[in-house]
């Protein structure tokens, strides 16, 4: 038939025929697919039909088949809709999480600490921009409240939580830690003392060690697993929003007190615990794998989920890949600003809009290319998605070095982008690695362990500053402290992740990512290991019994 377009419609799996020269005398005949029950006919003009696609209708089925959503019976159609609802829920939380845990070193320079520098006795002693109180703590308290004093707790809670959250009601887990969180951040804009700010710190560190592991564990019973590195990278790009939310406020401290920012983002936590509640659902837990456990409705014991890990190398391999590459982002993220108002000697107007808009484009940008890019290679193997993010940061490395040695704040500020753009690839990438290679009924406990290993041993990297800053305290150089610091990380974790690829396709046979249904998931494979493993036992025990 002349000018007839024969087209399979991407979401209802229905075929779609156009008739017709000019558009709005288009008329449109939707046959029924092989398993439907009866024809409709719609003719008209498109736009003026009853139940055609309107742009926006259109525009919201493309990021659902962007995002994986398959041709599915008419009853199953709400769960892609819901699912990219709860995406969009715990990004939003992820950028309240981060903009909390960002907003103490990026307000510090800006007149929450009295002094730049730590001795009160030096010639060239420098005063904050304190216009409506401060508190006197220096650099030690600094790289201690940005790091062991959250990280400790943050690491002792995880665990517990986690096991909570994968045997309760995960949306509950969260409420609760996300309702706790919250109001430590508004008693932050209270108190006086430093040793007030201690408490306040670790009671957020205990409220937000839901946070992740919860949020991985949803996200993976929600998208398959060629889908899942994008899907989580989309949902780490919460921390380079809730960073440049922390960096940007801060650009307001001439006109607003640095206590009030506390007060504003702890009310805000009690607004997103609202939505929490009433748009979040609990996704059902995928059983699409084959778990060996001998609990009836398998899930793990304590001491099965501890074992699994620990025969796991890919994550342990991971782990320890995150870990390295968390000492240069907590340091990186901890110093940043005070870099800028030292070295530079930029205003707080200055280098908080600027580390805002590098760090939040560049961050962005880059979790999400590095969650696409994982995807597109994991056709090749799952094990690709680890090489995606060494080979990123082996090209992060030189970057943060321009940013330290530019000659001026301008070009450091622009480098910066670069930096952020190819450091920042990992996150969703390295959570999918953990999710691929665990057992989908300790997922929520192997994400805890996976964020607790890392974030414990990470929270030191600020400290590594702080003991190069103390060699002159009068004189602190953050140029050199951050220059042969962080750039050395980025190294070292780039090697682990290479590593961890290599692990996972030696210990797993691969199977190209095609489709969610031809995936051989890591954890699958690991399941049939485990099995084989678990039969050889027996009839060792066995032979053991009769004497051979």
Known sequence: MEGEIVSRHPIEGVEMREIGKAPAEKSAILTASSNSAAPKLYTGDARTVEGAERPI???????????????????????HNHALGALFVL?????????????????????????????????????SDASCGCIDFDTYDQGILTGPAFCAVYVLSGI?????????????????????????????????????????????????????????????????????ALALSLYTSGVYFGGALSYGLTSLAKH????WLFRIFGIAGFAMLLVVLLVLGNPKRQQDDVVPSSEPDGRFTVKETAMRMIKCPPFIAICAAASIRNLGG????????????????????????????SSLCGGLIGSVLGGWLADVMSKRGAHWKAYVVALSQILAA??????????NAKASYGLLFLAYLTAETWLGCAGAIVQDVTPHAIRCQ?????????????CLGPLAISAILDADKCRPDYKNALLFTIPTFYVASSLLFAGTGVLIHRRFATAPVNSATAALTAHDVLAQQTETDDADTDANKADDSTGL
Request: positive net charge; contains cysteine.
């Open 57 to 79: 209708i259109l525009a919201w089925k493309s990021i659902k088949r962007i995002l994986g959503a398959r041709p599915t019976p008419e009853g199953q159609k709400r769960v």
């Open 91 to 127: 990004f939003l939380v992820s950028v309240l999480n981060q903009a909390d845990r960002w907003l103490l070193p990026a307000v510090a320079p800006a007149g929450m600490r009295c002094y730049l520098v730590d001795s009160h006795n030096c010639s060239n002693d420098s005063r």
């Open 160 to 228: 517990p939580l986690s096991y909570l959250a994968d045997t309760k009601s995960r949306t509950l887990v969260l409420a609760i830690g996300l309702s706790f969180w919250s109001a430590m951040v508004l008693a932050t804009g209270f108190v006086k003392e430093t040793w007030q700010l201690y408490l306040t710190r670790m009671g957020l560190g205990i409220g937000e060690a839901t946070c992740t592991p919860v949020a991985f564990s949803m996200l993976a019973d929600y998208f398959p697993l060629h889908l899942r």
């Open 256 to 259: 607003l007190c640095w206590v």
């Open 330 to 357: 907590y340091a990186l993220g901890t110093w940043l600003s005070t870099f800028y108002r030292v070295h530079f000697d930029q205003t707080p107007e200055q280098y908080g809009v600027s580390i805002a808009v």
């Open 398 to 407: 030189p970057c943060i070095v321009a940013v330290v040695v530019a000659p």
């Open 446 to 458: 192997a994400s805890a362990v996976y964020v607790a290993v890392s974030t414990l041993v990470g």
